[in-house]
């Protein structure tokens, strides 16, 4: 098929898109994150639906799993979704800059559950 003046061609490769979730197993006292939610999409974990939020990372790479990062995704943690609710809001959009800092670990009370990072969340949205 050939294109047109009016045919919109849209390509994109799955590298382009990759953002490794910032676990909790990744936290640490005093590691920050800063950068600007460029791609929300929704999770499915244990039949709960939330959102996930990709970061383009502000001049800085983190690694994970042995690789270095400069786009990460953020979601499913429990102290993160708290300090949004903390900050007056209840989700990021897309353009919201985050700034993410761990100021604390709090051991895990139950058997099989996994500790919480604790954070302090700064949303500058335009």
């Known amino acids: 098929m050939t294109a047109t003046a009016t045919a919109k061609v849209f390509e994109g490769r799955t590298l382009d898109a990759e953002a490794p979730f910032v676990s909790g197993e990744f936290w640490e006292t005093g590691k920050t994150i800063r950068g600007e939610v460029v791609r929300i999409y929704e999770t499915v974990l244990d039949g709960k639906k939330s959102l996930a939020y990709v970061v383009e ?8 799993d042995g690789e270095e990062w400069e786009r990460v995704s953020i979601g499913n943690l429990a102290g993160f979704r708290m300090a949004l609710q ?21 051991a895990a009370k139950k058997v099989g559950y996994s500790p919480r ?10």
């Not at 990072?117 to 335009?126: D, K």
């Open 57 to 64: 990372l502000d001049g800085e790479t983190v690694y994970i």
């Open 117 to 126: 990072a604790n954070f302090r969340i700064r949303v500058t949205r335009s």
């Open 86 to 106: 903390a900050a007056g809001i209840e989700r990021l959009f897309l353009k919201d800059v985050i700034e993410m800092e761990c100021e604390s670990i709090k």
